[in-house]
């Protein structure tokens, strides 16, 4: 008999740069008892169709219960506190599987800032809903983690910037969404020359938003907010074309193989060197230093 890890398996270690996350594969029918949330959990499920029996207590201790049909493509949300009595499942299928999002404050924390955590979604959970938007996020963040993250730390924080606004912009608690405004305004110049020295200086690594915000001293939400309105692209478009540009000058010189120039550019590999390249270009390196 196979084991169900209840939790799932962690699908990300400490070198991964957006949010934790988890994967589990469940059997056909089963059962699993006391699943405790310490942090607001996303899941989304694909396999075959479940019926599915939850007991649960909600955010205030009453408990309750519910039963509904999940298919693939659904998710559920799991605020902070809820408690999991038992969750019984059956399908006529091969099973499903699962992979879960966590927002811990500690990882809230780091991309929006000390103090700026968002509120809890709400107080209750929700089961078998369809979400499109969130379904794109969490299988954008879910393959960046297969593939080894090969667009990088500031697509990664990127990524999970972007689903943390949306999910606590949709579920927050009525009247606590949205509490921290954005403010207007653009980097001061010379917080943007600062910025520029910084990613000319370290374009070989694999910088993130963190690192960028950090340099500038905001919170990567806020920060990201900035630098588009001042630079008109997004951090991750920026870090790509300064990439590119470094590829061109080094390309220059026929003596660099194009390998050692996809690395010391920042990028992962040279086959991510000649996508990218190719698709900001049109040409692939190779043509290109050929001219």
Known sequence: ???????????????????????????????????????????????????????????????????????????????RGVSIERVRWQN???????????????????????????????????????????VDLVSRLQAQVVAGNPLGAAYAQGLSLTLVSYLYATYAQQGQANRVPPEAGQLPRLQSEALMVFVEDFLGRDIGLVDMAAVVGYSPDHFARLFRRTFRISPHQYLLARRIERAKAMLRDRGLPIAVIAIACGFSSQSHLNAVFKRQTGVTPGRYRKG
């Open 1 to 79: 008999m196979a084991v169900i890890h209840k939790y799932g398996l962690p699908l990300t270690d400490s070198d991964w740069s957006g949010l934790p996350m988890r994967v589990g594969h469940f059997p056909a029918a089963g059962t699993i008892e006391d699943l405790r949330c310490p942090s607001d959990t996303l899941l989304l499920w694909t396999g075959a169709p479940s019926r599915v029996e939850i007991s649960y207590a909600d955010g205030d201790g009453k408990k309750r219960d519910t039963r509904f049909e999940r298919e693939g493509g659904m998710m559920d949300l799991l605020p």
């Open 92 to 134: 006529d299928g091969a099973g499903s599987s699962c992979v879960s999002v966590n927002f811990p404050l500690g990882s809230l924390a780091q991309l929006l800032g000390e103090g700026d955590a968002p509120p809890a979604v709400h107080a209750g959970p929700r089961f078998a809903f369809r979400d499109p938007h969130a």
